[in-house]
């Protein structure tokens, strides 16, 4: 999730500048409560996951997927799907969803899920280029970042791009590979919730003093 993704709705439409807020546990959170408070869900994503680095392939291909899916939709739309999501795509595991072809028809009865045809459609296809990359899925999203995570440290939420250089190579080369629904917006987004770049704002607790020596 970026933080300036559009036209979903996002952590800093309901924040102000450089916004950095106290909740009730005494953590400041760089999420407005306001948005956090949406969802349970959503402040434990914030606390644990977006910008922490995940070497994880299941794990990676799972935000991908969740990434394609969040197009047109708000954030918190899809993390209060996410188990659903998870459980009809069996956990995301890319051999299992490289083979759901015949499961479409049942996605979109499903709810619980985004019924979107073209993005489910999508995200099987993805498995399917995934295991035809010749390395780990892991390894070939880690390649996009050769000096490792970055932390940026940004002021504000005006600080916080909403694609960059990095991540429109990244769309580029994920697109010439076969890759569906990898924008650069979405590309920047992805490389937040994974990790490659951590953009907690200062004072925020997620991010991380900054070097001295």
């Known amino acids: 999730m970026s933080a300036k993704r559009k036209p979903a709705k996002t952590a800093s439409d309901n924040a102000t500048e450089g916004a950095v807020e106290q909740r009730s546990d005494g953590l400041q959170r760089c999420w407005p409560q306001s948005y956090l408070g949406l969802s349970h869900d959503m402040l434990v994503y914030h606390d644990t996951e977006w910008g922490t680095p995940c070497y994880d392939s299941q794990a990676l291909f799972e935000r991908l997927a969740l990434e394609a899916m969040q197009a047109g939709l708000s954030w918190n739309t899809i993390i209060n799907k996410r188990k659903a ?23 979109m009865q499903n709810q619980a899920i985004i019924r979107n045809k073209r993005k489910i459609e999508a995200t099987i296809h993805n498995a399917q280029v995934a295991l035809n990359l010749g390395m780990p899925f892991a390894d070939y999203i880690w390649s996009f970042a050769p000096d490792g995570p970055r932390v940026n440290r940004p002021k504000s939420h005006e600080e916080v791009p909403a694609v960059t250089q990095e991540s429109i190579d990244m769309s580029k080369a994920m697109k010439k590979a076969g890759f569906k629904f990898v924008g650069p917006t979405t590309m920047y987004a992805y490389m937040q919730s994974m990790g490659i770049v951590n953009d ?5 607790f997620r991010c991380p003093e900054a070097k001295t020596d």
């Open 85 to 107: 999501i998870d459980a009809a795509f069996h956990d995301f595991d890319i051999e299992r969803v490289a083979r759901m072809s015949d499961e479409i028809p049942d996605l």
């Open 200 to 204: 907690h704002l200062q004072g925020c």
